[in-house]
């Protein structure tokens, strides 16, 4: 099997013999290639045929990515307002809502922030996503490598 791809096409033809052709959207892996058509094995089922003149968005897997950004952002945000909440309450419970906004108040939303950002990005590092390129199906070139298919792009001006 080759490359892992994800591929957006037009059916074929509408379940219901409408005129309307849905949209569907599946991923696995390349096993084979036509003028006209591509074919990947999704989730093991067998290898299925998507003719090229209905795919409307292609994409190959480029691997994996650290989560790591997004959880250092989430834990930021969500730290500071943490924090912000300690400080609300405190200063409700004091009945001095100006010193929310003091200099005192500002330094338990900054610790907030600073602990969500390290647990944030601790969490986020030890999880990852995958990495999709979105390619344009006309200026695709299939070559053999000793895994299977891959899918390349030329380079433009080469």
Same mark, same amino acid.
């Given at each position: ?16 013999? @409408? ?13 084979? +290639?036509?003028?006209?058509?591509? +074919? ?10 998507? =003719? ?45 809502? !100006? ?7 500002? !330094? =338990? ?18 999880? @990852?996503?995958?990495? +999709? ?26």
């Amino acid at each position: 099997m080759g490359d892992r791809i994800r591929v957006q096409a037009k059916q074929t033809a509408a379940p219901d013999g @409408s005129s309307d052709t849905p949209v569907f959207t599946t991923t696995g892996g390349l096993t084979g +290639w036509a003028n006209d058509s591509l +074919w990947i094995d999704s989730s093991g089922h067998g290898s299925i045929p998507i =003719y090229l003149s209905s795919v409307e968005k292609l994409e190959v897997n480029d691997g994996r990515r650290s989560n790591a950004d997004m959880g250092m952002a989430t834990g930021t945000v969500i730290g500071a307002f943490v924090g912000f909440s300690f400080v609300l309450m405190g200063a409700t419970a004091f009945g001095d809502l !100006k010193g929310a906004f003091s200099t005192a108040g500002l !330094k =338990y939303v900054a610790v907030g922030a600073g602990v969500g950002f390290v647990i944030g990005t601790a969490v986020g590092a030890l999880s @990852s996503r995958d990495a +999709w390129r979105e390619v344009t199906v006309g200026d695709l070139r299939v070559t053999v490598a000793p895994n299977g298919l891959t899918l390349r792009v030329p380079v433009q001006g080469r």
